[in-house]
């Protein structure tokens, strides 16, 4: 179980069976199926040249329950959004990151990297909740720390700052996005 949720919040919580979220958890099963977990153990290796065969086996126990965890992730955050009346705000970012959760071409792209290609995907997903959760209130109230730094060190550096300027860029446009509505709907009253 990820430190970021109760075991309650985890298994109290059903994915959608249609829709993007469906889509998203066909992607994560088809990684699976085409040799995800030797995949994902090798990236791993490849990006902590230190760990342990045994430790490169936990690793990655826990990178596929994060990446499994996403569509829980997403389908609580609109769940969220709903209830809060924050849709117009939250949903034009969660749709950023499931495009490019189905994007078959990414930064690690799942095609022919299988479980690992999901890497960047998750972490793009959890970057964009954590930085929901820095509002002036808390969104989820889920501690997103541990999954960031232990997706970070698997993908490197590099590629993690494209992502967080990629979910720093969608929070701006939809910032601009709702100022221009707002505009707008200021003029006519």
Known sequence: MLPCMTTEQHESFEV????????IVAIIASAKARGGQE?????ITNALPEATAD?????AE????????VPIFLARARQEAETRGLNSVVVPLLEHTE?????PIDLIPEMTQGLAGLLDDS???IRMLQNLERGPHNFLDWDLDYPIRFL????????????????????????GELSDLWLRISHDA
């Open 123 to 125: 972490y793009l997903v």
């Open 39 to 43: 995949a994902l153990e090798r990236h």
């Open 99 to 103: 495009r490019y959760y189905l994007q």
């Open 152 to 175: 970070q060190r698997l993908i490197g550096g590099r590629i993690s700052e494209r992502l967080d300027h990629m979910a720093m860029d969608a929070m701006e446009e939809v910032s």
């Open 16 to 23: 959608p069976t249609t829709g993007t979220l469906a889509d």
């Open 55 to 59: 430790e490169v086996r936990e690793a």
């Open 62 to 69: 826990v990178a596929t329950e994060v990446i499994e965890s």
